[in-house]
């Protein structure tokens, strides 16, 4: 064992032992109190919420960001209680603190796992210079329906981008170390297939077969696991009839059980006592027993445990000793952070919020996360020097409240550079701006601008039309059901388009949008979500070429919304469609009898394909793929193939590329998906390079869940592609040899 091994194993052991002595001196009542997370904000604390601090009866708060009143806290705790156990002090830092980076979805964008571990690292000290302990990300649900509001604060549609960009949020919060300064304790959220709520509607239902929690569901929360993530949370939903808070299969036997997760597990809010709104208790008490029998260690804002777990001990509906474990858990995250040795935080020796370094990670990720999703005519780069003047209209152009995107209870608002003011400082006198809003905000139907709006485009060379979501229309109980350009977008740009000048859309919102009506409206789109604090300068640096796209898509973006679910890794079916056995709607005679038309599986009314696929994103250079290859047709299980290719800048430009690999399983036991994102790599290319690029593939990486629920790798044919986007087209073979 390495020193490191060995100091990390008497670290855990030294935890294990202060753990039992302070179990075995603690009452019942103080067990039942680690157990219960308090909402303290609104006034709350420090002054009504001491008593119980000092009987023992709270574990955790959440809600409060006021130091002071932390430190107060925690003093009451540590000196006032009998056992001085210190407090989680629980936040939602999801994607930054005052200095708010992209959304999550957006930061998928950037394909870049060390971008998006250092984007965690700013918001855990900043987190922690406020006296935050804990936050409640992240947030790892596979999200396939752009509907469902709470896409935003996800990764995506795809596993293996998930889970990468998940347990680099882990590093980025927890550090090497817990216990070190700016180290938060973080959450993986929500456990599990929260992302698959029935039409996209937030809370409602989940129906996962086990396969497919196996292979796609559950997938980002074990490697959330192998990263050392020190805490789970339950779900919302109902999975499979049994909501995720009173899910022991979930929790105990896959979590604990299979993937031996040694941390603890927070119910959502109030999630607990909602199992007798879903139906599967009668009032608080089962709810309580429900879910402390499944394995929800602490129940956050809710008095199901506080009220009920102490008789349901005393009636032998509980065990005392899954208390014990509930609570040895949850101590032992505690001694993690450290917090017994020192539960105060001193604001002054952290760094300034929002300092240059921070805000420059936050304008890399925003950089990084921007999708160029169309550019005709090279319409895109502005140049500065040959232009006059430019219109900036649009709702989203100088909203520096909405680019930040949703769940941003600590950020600063005013640190927010919009794109207007950035264009301003890097334009200078040298082109003229015309700026009109043309709507109030994304929605208005009422829009008495949009004649200025199209008199500023007539008078300028170019117009950058910035459109899309307000910040409210994504987020937790933020679903929409049509999820196109609200409001009168559209018309907007139809107006704009009819004065024949180039039109560039920058859109920012929270989701995939269905942006079918206006594709074929404006020459360029860049897709920059909500961007975050430093959106306004990545925005300008790439509109003028200071900086070129490199943003890929972390989520398939769908023509209509009936086309959802869809994704990438989708299964073949029996019937697939091709370009050659679909039907549109105008093409059916009005008089024919119901036929096999077409034949295959799509719809008569829109294309069976998506508007932009998965993995997409352009330059302003052009990448080559060519000449892929494998180092071997055949390998034995328990062998590695490489596949490589070469890739050419064929520009004149330096420009960064994520290179993607995918394979398919042609035949297995349980039928696989037509492709899996099995590699991806962030390379910069300086003009006119070419460089050979290469993946290696385990036949490990080619397992998946099997009929009978266990992991295993079938011999046969797989296919493989490396390219820019999930349609690559450079494809090879290679085949896993039957064992002797
Ligand atoms: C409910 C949300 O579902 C969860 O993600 C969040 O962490 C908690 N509320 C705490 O705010």
């Known amino acids: ?134 936050t409640f990300a992240p947030m790892i649900d596979i999200s396939r329906d752009a509907r469902w509001g709470r896409i935003a604060e996800s990764y995506g549609e795809c596993v293996l981008l998930t889970s990468e960009l998940g347990a680099a949020t882990v590093r980025g919060f927890q550090g090497h170390d817990l216990a070190e300064s700016g180290s938060i304790a973080a959450c993986a959220k929500h456990f599990a297939g929260y992302g698959a709520v029935e039409s996209g509607r937030d809370y409602a239902t989940t129906n996962i077969p086990d396969t497919k929690l196996r292979n796609v569901y559950f997938r980002p929360f074990h490697a959330a696991v192998d990263a050392g993530v020190s805490t789970f949370m339950t779900s919302f939903s109902d999975l499979n009839g ?25 119910s959502d809010w109030d999630s607990v006592r909602q199992l007798s709104i879903h139906g599967l208790t009668e009032n608080d008490r089962e709810s309580a027993i429900e879910a402390c029998n499944a394995g929800v260690d602490m129940e956050m804002a809710g008095d199901a445990y506080s009220n009920h777990l102490l008789g349901l001990v005393e009636d032998g509906e509980v065990s005392e000793e899954s208390i014990d474990i509930a609570v040895s858990r949850i101590l032992r995250v505690k001694f993690e952070l450290g917090l017994f040795d020192n539960p105060y ?45 430019v219109a900036i209209v649009g709702p989203l152009a100088d909203a520096g409240y909405e680019q930040l995107g949703t769940w941003i209870f600590d950020g600063d608002e005013k640190l927010s550079v919009t794109p207007l003011a950035a264009i301003q400082t890097l334009v200078g006198d040298e082109v003229k701006l015309r700026y009109v809003r ?11 601008e949009f004649d200025a709006a199209v008199d500023a485009a007539r008078a300028s060379d170019a117009v950058l039309l910035f459109l899309g979501e ?67 300068p990545a925005i300008a640096d790439l509109v003028f070429g200071h900086a070129v796209p490199s943003g890929k898509l972390p989520a398939t973006f769908p023509r209509v919304v009936g086309q959802i679910p869809i994704y990438y890794s989708q299964k073949n079916g029996g019937k697939p469609p091709t370009k050659d056995n679909v039907v549109h709607i105008d093409e059916i005679d009005t008089f024919a009898p119901q036929t096999s038309l077409g ?32 180092s071997a ?39 696989r998906p037509v492709k899996e994102l099995k590699g991806f790599r962030r390379i910069r290319l300086a003009a006119r390079e070419t460089r050979t690029i290469s993946f290696e593939i385990h036949t490990d990486d080619l397992a998946f869940y099997g009929r009978q629920g266990h992991r295993v790798v079938e011999p046969g044919l797989f296919h493989a592609w490396v390219g820019g986007s999930s349609d690559a087209e450079q494809r090879t073979e290679f085949r896993i040899a039957q064992p002797n």
């Not at 049994?242 to 031996?260: C, F, K, M, Q």
């Not at 043309?438 to 008495?448: D, G, K, L, Q, T």
């Not at 390998?635 to 490489?642: C, D, K, M, P």
Request: with cysteine.
């Open 345 to 389: 935080t001193d604001p002054g020796a952290f760094p300034e919020y929002a300092n240059e370094a921070a805000l420059e990670v936050a304008r890399e990720a925003a950089e990084q996360s921007v999708v160029l999703l169309k550019n005709d005519h090279g319409a895109l780069p502005l140049a500065a020097t040959e232009l006059a003047s």
């Open 1 to 134: 064992m390495s020193a490191s091994a060995t100091e990390m194993l008497d670290k855990r052991q030294a935890i294990a032992r202060r753990v039992q002595a302070l179990l075995d001196s603690m009452t019942l009542v103080e067990k039942i109190g680690q157990m219960s997370q308090v909402e303290a904000g609104h006034g709350y604390a420090p002054d009504i919420l001491g008593n119980r601090l000092r009987a023992g009866l709270v574990g955790s708060v959440i809600n409060v960001v006021d130091v002071e009143v932390l430190n107060e806290l925690q003093r009451i705790a540590m000196k006032e209680s009998r056992l001085g156990i210190p407090l989680l002090i629980g936040r939602d830092v999801i994607h930054g603190f005052k200095t708010v980076l992209p959304i999550p979805l957006g930061q998928a964008a950037t394909w870049n796992p060390d971008l998006v571990e250092q984007g965690a690292r700013v918001a855990a000290r900043e987190a922690a210079k406020s006296g935050v302990n804990w």
């Open 633 to 671: 047709d055949e390998i034995a299980l328990g062998e590695t193939v490489t596949v490589s290719v070469d890739i050419c800048n064929h520009g004149d430009i330096e420009a960064e590329e994520v290179v993607q690999l995918y394979t398919r399983d042609l035949v297995a036991s349980l039928t």
């Open 470 to 536: 307000e910040s409210i229309l994504s987020g937790e109980a933020h679903s929409r059901a049509d999820i196109g350009l609200p409001g009168d977008q559209v018309e907007l740009v139809r107006r704009i388009r009819a004065t024949g000048k180039p039109v560039i859309a920058v859109i920012l919102a929270g989701r995939p949008l269905t942006l079918s009506d206006i594709v074929d409206e404006v020459d360029s789109i860049l897709y920059a979500w909500h961007p975050g604090t430093m959106g306004g």
């Open 438 to 448: 043309a709507m109030e905000n994304s929605r208005s139907r009422v829009n008495p």
């Open 242 to 266: 049994i909501p995720a808070t009173g899910n022991s299969y979930i929790l105990d036997d896959v979590l604990r059980g299979e993937w031996a997760f040694e941390g603890f597990v927070v």
């Open 599 to 630: 034949m295959s599986a799509f719809h008569l009314d829109t294309c069976f394909t998506p508007l932009f696929p998965f993995g997409h994103g352009l330059s302003y250079t052009w990448f080559g793929y060519e000449n892929i290859r494998v």
